[in-house]
C-alpha cells in the first residue's frame, strides 16, 4: 500500500488505561508514543483521538499537542449526559477558544444512545444540540455516536430530525455506523460520511457489507475505535490504531478496488471533514 490511511476515531488514552476520568501524567503521554509509532509502521499517518468526557477531552487535547501526527475531538458521550452539562459545555468551550496551535479538529462524540437506557433521551437530546451549535460555531466537525440494538432505527431517527433543524451546514460522520439501509440513504443526503469499522469484516455482518458495497468510497472515513471492536485477528486483545488497515483491506474486497484507492480517498474524505493539514 504506497499510500497511508487515517484513523478517524480512536482512544489512545483509553488504549494505554481503561480509566476516562483520570489525566494522563507526563509519563502516561510518553507512554503512548510506541503506539503512535506502530500506527505510522502500519501506514496510518494520522489519529483523531475522540474525547468522550471533559477529563478525556482534556487527555485529547494533550495528546494532540504532543505528537504531531494526533488531532482531538471534545465532547461528552451521550450516555454520560448528566444535570450538570451545561458546565462540560462551558470547559469544552474553554478547550476550544485557547486551541492556538488548532489542533481540535472535531466536537463529539456526542448524539443519540439508547442501546441500554432509554429514560434519558430527552437530556441526550438537549446536550447534543448544544454540541451542534458548538460545532456550528467554531465551524468544527460533529463525530455522531448513534447506537440502538442492531436492527433498530431508534437513535439513528431522533438523531437526523434533531439535526434537522439545524440545516445543512456542517460536516459530520455517523460513527461506526450500524444502522439499516435507509438510514445510511438518508445520512448520505445530509452530507455526513459513514463511519467504517472493524465489524466491517465480522462473519455475520453480511448487511453492513451491503451498506458499504452501495456506499460511494467519497461518503466513507476508516476508525478502528481503539481499544473497542478489534478484527477478528485482535479477538480478545485491544484493538490498536494500526489495524485501520484491516478495515481499508475489507473495503478494497467489497467494493473490489485497490487498497491504494480506498486509503487515498477515504484520506482525502478524512482531511476535509476534519481539516486535517
Not at 47 to 63: D, E
Not at 187 to 194: I, M
Not at 217 to 223: A, F, G, K, P, Q
Request: net charge negative; aromatic share 6%.
Amino acid at each position: 500500500m504506497s499510500s497511508n490511511c487515517v484513523d478517524t476515531h480512536c482512544h489512545l488514552d483509553i488504549l494505554l488505561r481503561m480509566n476516562f476520568d483520570q489525566l494522563l501524567s507526563g509519563k502516561e503521554v510518553q507512554d503512548i508514543a510506541p503506539l503512535i509509532e506502530a500506527a505510522t509502521l502500519a501506514g496510518v499517518r494520522d489519529l483523531v483521538n475522540v474525547g468522550t468526557n471533559v477529563v478525556g477531552s482534556k487527555n485529547s487535547v494533550c495528546l494532540a499537542n504532543t505528537y504531531a501526527g494526533v488531532w482531538a475531538t471534545v465532547g461528552l458521550h451521550p450516555t454520560d449526559v448528566h444535570s450538570a452539562w451545561r458546565a462540560d459545555l462551558a470547559e469544552f468551550k474553554k478547550m476550544i477558544r485557547e486551541d492556538r496551535a488548532k489542533k481540535i479538529v472535531g466536537v463529539g462524540e456526542t448524539g443519540i444512545d439508547l442501546f441500554r437506557d432509554a429514560s434519558q433521551v430527552e437530556l441526550q437530546k438537549d446536550v447534543f444540540k448544544a454540541h451542534i451549535e458548538l460545532a456550528l460555531e467554531h465551524k468544527l466537525a460533529l463525530v455522531l455516536h448513534i447506537r440502538d440494538e442492531v436492527g433498530n432505527d431508534r437513535s439513528a431517527e431522533i438523531a437526523l430530525r434533531v439535526l434537522e433543524s439545524f440545516g445543512t451546514n456542517f460536516r459530520g460522520v455517523m460513527h461506526c455506523f450500524q444502522q439499516s439501509q435507509a438510514i445510511a440513504t438518508e445520512a448520505l443526503s445530509r452530507g455526513l460520511l459513514l463511519g467504517v469499522d472493524a465489524p466491517i469484516g465480522y462473519p455475520k455482518n453480511d448487511w453492513l457489507r451491503s451498506i458499504v458495497r452501495n456506499a460511494p468510497l467519497e461518503s466513507l472515513v476508516l476508525e478502528t475505535d481503539s481499544p473497542f471492536l478489534p478484527p477478528p485477528h485482535l479477538r480478545g486483545t485491544k484493538n490498536v490504531p494500526g489495524a485501520v488497515v484491516y478495515v481499508a483491506e475489507r473495503i478494497a474486497e467489497i467494493k473490489d478496488v485497490s487498497l491504494d484507492e480506498v486509503a487515498r480517498v477515504t484520506t482525502q474524505n478524512a482531511k476535509k471533514l476534519f481539516g486535517l493539514n
